[in-house]
């Protein structure tokens, strides 16, 4: 079971003292590595034996780390920063229900989830602590408060810029999940109903299809935002034909130093799985000034 999924299972079973004591936790992280005892207490407003109680039931509960030394100390895990999310995202009206995985990779997953008033939606989690912070910092410019780079910071981030960008090309008319809401690590979007364009075999128009991403591509360009991470892998084939372009967290705007050879390097990407896979041949230059146009 993810921890998306225990979270959810947990999330009625933790009381409003015990959510207190996780977002002290959570606040204490942006300076320390363990937030010690006292001011896990501090920021939870509880009483020493109010808020050790709530640690032990937390703990118990695998909602966070403890160590003992050099010093008594504690974290959220991600079941713990999931069980943040979700229960700000419940309370904002926003979901109901988490439902089935979508999908998993090295940093997300995605689930199918409901709303209040019933709606299917996607739920992303970010999960950056899975790769190294070296890279991920150094890939996505990421720099954290004070220079520390945490797992949740890093997650967080990567949540709010994918948000961002996706509602200003979902505003654009690029097509893209609509962006519904963010919380933390997490963003709730439009569902997603489909196949990664890596996983499916034939298409009845290989060239008519990548013209409709690269007018999309052409769209964001417009609306001042190239993706950053074009491939086969962030773009999905939707059963009813049509596609959506994924994964947003790496996107630039025009304004960045290396926009012009982000916005090639993506089109490359594109022009050349089509012409190895189903052998539509395009010419970069030509399609580069399309998207420029």
Avoid at 18 to 30: D, H, K, N, T
Avoid at 67 to 88: E, M
Avoid at 113 to 141: I, M, P, W
Avoid at 158 to 165: D, I, Q, S, V, Y
């Amino acid at each position: 079971m993810s921890s998306a999924e225990r979270a959810a299972k947990l999330l009625l079973e933790v009381g409003p003292e015990e959510f207190r004591v996780l977002q002290a936790i959570e606040l204490g992280m942006a300076n320390f590595s363990y937030v010690p005892l006292e001011d896990v207490i501090k920021f939870s407003g509880l009483d020493t034996s109010e808020a050790e109680y709530r640690l032990r039931e937390l703990d118990r509960k695998d909602l966070l780390h403890r160590q003992t030394d050099p010093y008594l100390g504690y974290i959220l895990n991600y079941t713990g920063y999931d069980c943040l999310a979700l229960n700000a995202l419940a309370k904002a009206s926003v979901l109901n229900s988490l439902g089935m995985p979508l999908g998993v990779g090295k940093e997300a997953d995605i689930f199918d989830a409901l709303t209040d008033a019933g709606v299917r939606v996607a739920v992303k989690f970010h999960r950056l602590g899975r790769t190294s912070f070296r890279e991920t910092r150094k890939k996505r410019g990421y720099v954290a408060r004070g220079g520390r780079v945490t797992w949740h910071y890093q997650s967080r981030l990567a949540a709010e810029k994918e948000f961002r960008f996706m509602k200003q090309a979902f505003e654009a008319g690029v097509s893209v999940p609509e962006p519904i809401h963010q919380n933390r690590h997490v963003v709730v979007m439009g569902y997603i109903d489909g196949y990664n364009l890596i996983d499916v075999d034939s298409l009845d128009d290989p060239g008519d299809f990548l013209n409709d991403i690269l007018l999309n591509a052409r769209r964001a360009h417009g609306a001042g935002i190239i993706h950053g991470d074009l491939s086969g892998y962030n773009v999905v084939v939707q059963k009813n034909g049509t596609i959506l372009l994924i994964d947003w967290p790496q996107a630039v705007t025009l304004e960045h130093p290396n926009a012009e050879a982000i916005l090639r390097r993506d089109i490359k990407n594109v022009l050349d799985y089509f012409e190895r896979k189903f052998n539509v041949v395009r010419n970069l230059d030509e399609t580069i000034a399309y998207i420029n146009s």
